[in-house]
């Protein structure tokens, strides 16, 4: 076995690690980080979810999409083409927002509360803990081969839960955060930030919490997954 099937060997190890043992994985991590692996999980993820988002737009019939526009003359078909490229963008950018605003916040919390880790430290473990998101795109992608139209488009309706538009964006943002992969993924980063700051379990979860609250309240303005 040469050094790159190694190494590739040794990656997928510590993935896995991540999910049955994450303090020791996280531990071992943290000895040597490598920031270019953990990009290299997110960008696999983002490249999923990206797939994943183009998949379903393509599944709108071309009438869904209509140009608006007074005097519109943009074919529906030329829309939805147009539209599932944009969404796969937003899925992409989507993914890697999240991990460094997450990071950037779960690091400006850290630091007053007297935790000792760098953030480049931050980013890697933040990167392995999103390994349960990986799960959830992949299953993602297969759903968005199998969904019927109809699926499609009751799922595009969003939920709706009040009268006010506010409140159903709020729901509909915190629908999309807190998903059941994107909670274990938030319980990995209360170790991840216990390893990497030395901080009690308490504080690790009033600064995830805290985070992700804001994380819920940014992609009702920006593309974050």
């Given at each position: 076995m040469n050094e790159r099937e190694s190494?590739?060997?040794?990656?997928?190890?510590?993935i896995i690690g991540c999910l049955t043992s994450p303090r020791s994985s996280f531990r071992s991590i943290l000895e040597k980080p490598n920031?270019?692996?953990?990009?290299?999980?997110?960008?696999?993820?983002a490249i999923v979810a990206a797939w994943a988002s183009f998949n379903y737009t393509g599944k709108f019939p071309p009438s869904?999409?209509?140009?608006?526009?007074p005097g519109g003359i943009v074919n529906p078909e030329q829309l939805r083409q147009a539209?599932?490229?944009?969404?796969?963008?937003?899925?992409?950018?989507?993914?890697?927002?999240?991990?460094?605003?997450?990071?950037?916040?779960?690091?400006?919390?850290?630091?007053?509360?007297?935790?000792?880790?760098?953030?480049?430290?931050?980013l890697t473990l933040a990167g392995y803990t999103s390994t349960p998101?990986?799960?959830?795109?992949?299953?993602r992608l297969a759903d968005s081969f199998t969904a019927s139209q109809e699926e499609v488009l009751q799922l595009a309706t969003g939920l709706q839960i009040s009268a006010y538009p506010l409140l159903n964006t709020i729901a509909?943002?915190?629908?999309?955060i807190f998903t059941i992969f994107r909670l274990w993924s938030i319980i990995l980063l209360v170790i991840a930030?216990?390893?990497?700051?030395?901080?009690?379990?308490?504080r690790s979860i009033v600064?995830?919490?805290?985070?992700?609250?804001?994380?819920?309240?940014?992609?009702?303005?920006l593309p974050l997954k």
């Amino acid at each position: 076995m040469n050094e790159r099937e190694s190494g590739n060997l040794s990656f997928i190890r510590e993935i896995i690690g991540c999910l049955t043992s994450p303090r020791s994985s996280f531990r071992s991590i943290l000895e040597k980080p490598n920031l270019m692996k953990a990009t290299a999980l997110i960008l696999v993820i983002a490249i999923v979810a990206a797939w994943a988002s183009f998949n379903y737009t393509g599944k709108f019939p071309p009438s869904f999409f209509v140009d608006q526009r007074p005097g519109g003359i943009v074919n529906p078909e030329q829309l939805r083409q147009a539209s599932m490229t944009i969404n796969a963008i937003i899925g992409l950018i989507g993914v890697f927002g999240t991990w460094l605003i997450s990071s950037a916040l779960i690091h400006g919390f850290s630091s007053p509360l007297g935790g000792k880790g760098t953030f480049r430290s931050m980013l890697t473990l933040a990167g392995y803990t999103s390994t349960p998101l990986l799960i959830q795109q992949v299953l993602r992608l297969a759903d968005s081969f199998t969904a019927s139209q109809e699926e499609v488009l009751q799922l595009a309706t969003g939920l709706q839960i009040s009268a006010y538009p506010l409140l159903n964006t709020i729901a509909n943002a915190a629908m999309n955060i807190f998903t059941i992969f994107r909670l274990w993924s938030i319980i990995l980063l209360v170790i991840a930030i216990r390893e990497n700051y030395k901080m009690s379990t308490a504080r690790s979860i009033v600064i995830v919490a805290t985070s992700f609250i804001l994380i819920a309240l940014l992609s009702m303005f920006l593309p974050l997954k």
